[in-house]
């Protein structure tokens, strides 16, 4: 099962990937919550790959190492199915980028773990909630911190615990925090309001914020920091975490605000210069949100040369085609404001937009 990130045609961009595991049970929240936070401003927009268990028997071999009992043993097989079939199916038929996590919940959680401790994973960040580590007599604990003592243990790891018994989770904690070296990303979370069936949503939501911790970042906070440079620098520190950082509609629709409460509007040019060098690939997104406070202020002249910078890139975005169609509408060009608008409308259709996007655009 396949979910993608909201204007996901509507450009070349390429998304990181969560691949979810036990996805027959998880993926129909996962996908939703992943999409809602994005459209937030609180997480990089990602695709969403669930891989669903054929039944109990099928979830319970493909999740779990061989042992004496035959109804376990197939993760090694599970895996090199991801590695060698999936991931680069995904690959190929998507436009995803080299940032790849595997969540999973449970058995899913435990084989989430075994996959990152295989060298030659797709994976490199991992989301085990409630993982069932009291498989195997615990040994997965062991296994783990063996690997830290070793060093070979480098990706982001997020694993947590409800309100459960014997689940043999503390064990791993335990291997964190006595072996992991201080530069690896980790973090463990309890949960003892919650039961082993409800953890799962709230897991997974801390688990995402773990990915792109400080992602959301509104207008006030922007005033706080101080001048744009101060911003700018801010964001470019959200550039460095897994699924790195640029700018969606609502962080340049903050941004914007931010320029006019701030007063730094006569800056908007050496502004945009600096989104130009730091966030290249922003420019556009960034321009048609100052743009839209221009010309709400009235300095349509100034807007249209800030659309007009960005055309290039512009003339494929329906938001760019409805500031330039306002420009028009505002000097008095009915004709040539409705044809744009129109080609706006065109445009959110041909890219998919969901209707909240084509309704604003309206």
Same mark, same amino acid.
């Given at each position: =099962?396949?979910?993608?990130?909201?204007?996901?045609?509507? !450009?070349?961009?390429?998304?990181?990937?969560?691949?979810?595991?036990?996805?027959?049970?998880?993926?129909?929240?996962?996908?939703?919550?992943? &999409?809602?936070?994005?459209?937030?401003?609180?997480?990089?927009? =990602?695709?969403?790959?669930?891989?669903?268990?054929?039944?109990?028997?099928?979830?319970?071999?493909?999740?779990?190492?061989?042992?004496?009992?035959? #109804?376990?043993?197939? #993760?090694?097989?599970?895996?090199?199915?991801?590695?060698?079939?999936?991931?680069?199916?995904?690959?190929?038929?998507?436009? !995803?980028?080299?940032?790849?996590?595997?969540?999973?919940?449970?058995?899913?959680?435990?084989?989430?773990?075994?996959?990152? =401790?295989? %060298?030659?994973?797709?994976? $490199?960040?991992?989301?085990? =909630?409630?993982?069932?580590?009291?498989?195997?007599?615990? @040994?997965?604990? @062991? &296994?783990?911190?063996?690997?830290?003592?070793?060093?070979?243990?480098?990706?982001?790891?997020?694993? !947590?615990?409800?309100?459960?018994?014997?689940?043999?989770?503390?064990?791993?904690? #335990?291997?964190?925090?006595?072996?992991?070296?201080?530069?690896?990303?980790?973090?463990?979370?309890?949960?003892?309001?919650?039961?082993?069936?409800?953890?799962?949503?709230?897991?997974?939501?801390?688990?995402?914020?773990?990915?792109?911790?400080?992602?959301?970042?509104?207008?006030?906070?922007?005033?706080?920091?101080?001048?744009?440079?101060?911003?700018?620098?801010?964001?470019?520190?959200?550039?460095?975490?897994?699924?790195?950082?640029?700018?969606?509609?609502?962080?340049?629709?903050?941004?914007?605000?931010?320029?006019?409460?701030?007063?730094?509007?006569?800056?908007?040019?050496?502004?945009?210069?600096?989104?130009?060098?730091?966030?290249?690939?922003?420019?556009?997104?960034?321009?048609?949100?100052?743009?839209?406070?221009?010309?709400?202020?009235?300095? $349509? %002249?100034?807007?249209?040369?800030?659309?007009?910078?960005?055309?290039?890139?512009?003339?494929? $975005?329906?938001?760019?085609?409805?500031?330039?169609?306002?420009?028009? &509408?505002?000097?008095?060009?009915?004709?040539?404001?409705?044809?744009?608008?129109?080609?706006?409308?065109?445009?959110?259709?041909?890219? %998919?937009?969901?209707?909240?996007?084509?309704?604003?655009? &309206?």
């Amino acid at each position: =099962m396949v979910s993608l990130p909201e204007r996901y045609y509507a !450009s070349d961009r390429h998304f990181p990937t969560l691949y979810i595991i036990d996805a027959d049970f998880q993926f129909q929240h996962v996908s939703a919550l992943v &999409k809602h936070l994005a459209r937030m401003g609180k997480l990089p927009p =990602m695709i969403v790959v669930g891989v669903a268990n054929q039944g109990d028997d099928d979830y319970l071999y493909t999740t779990t190492w061989a042992t004496e009992d035959k #109804a376990f043993g197939g #993760a090694a097989e599970f895996h090199r199915y991801l590695t060698n079939e999936l991931v680069p199916l995904i690959d190929k038929e998507f436009k !995803s980028n080299s940032q790849k996590a595997l969540a999973g919940y449970s058995l899913g959680g435990l084989f989430t773990l075994y996959s990152m =401790m295989q %060298q030659d994973s797709p994976f $490199n960040a991992y989301l085990a =909630m409630s993982p069932s580590a009291w498989f195997d007599d615990y @040994s997965v604990a @062991s &296994k783990i911190e063996s690997l830290l003592q070793q060093n070979k243990l480098s990706s982001p790891l997020f694993f !947590s615990v409800a309100r459960e018994e014997d689940m043999g989770v503390d064990k791993i904690a #335990a291997a964190f925090e006595s072996s992991a070296d201080k530069s690896l990303q980790w973090q463990f979370k309890s949960y003892p309001t919650e039961n082993h069936f409800t953890t799962a949503l709230p897991a997974l939501y801390d688990g995402l914020q773990f990915l792109a911790p400080n992602y959301a970042t509104d207008g006030t906070d922007m005033l706080e920091m101080g001048d744009y440079k101060a911003v700018i620098k801010h964001f470019q520190t959200l550039q460095k975490q897994w699924a790195g950082f640029q700018f969606e509609w609502l962080q340049a629709y903050q941004f914007a605000k931010y320029i006019f409460w701030s007063k730094q509007v006569d800056n908007v040019d050496e502004i945009l210069k600096a989104i130009s060098t730091s966030f290249p690939e922003s420019l556009t997104i960034v321009s048609i949100e100052v743009a839209k406070g221009l010309l709400k202020k009235g300095d $349509n %002249q100034h807007a249209k040369t800030v659309l007009e910078n960005v055309r290039i890139e512009g003339e494929a $975005n329906p938001n760019w085609h409805k500031q330039l169609s306002l420009y028009y &509408k505002a000097e008095g060009d009915e004709k040539q404001a409705q044809q744009l608008f129109e080609t706006a409308l065109e445009l959110a259709e041909k890219y %998919q937009f969901d209707g909240w996007e084509i309704w604003e655009l &309206k």
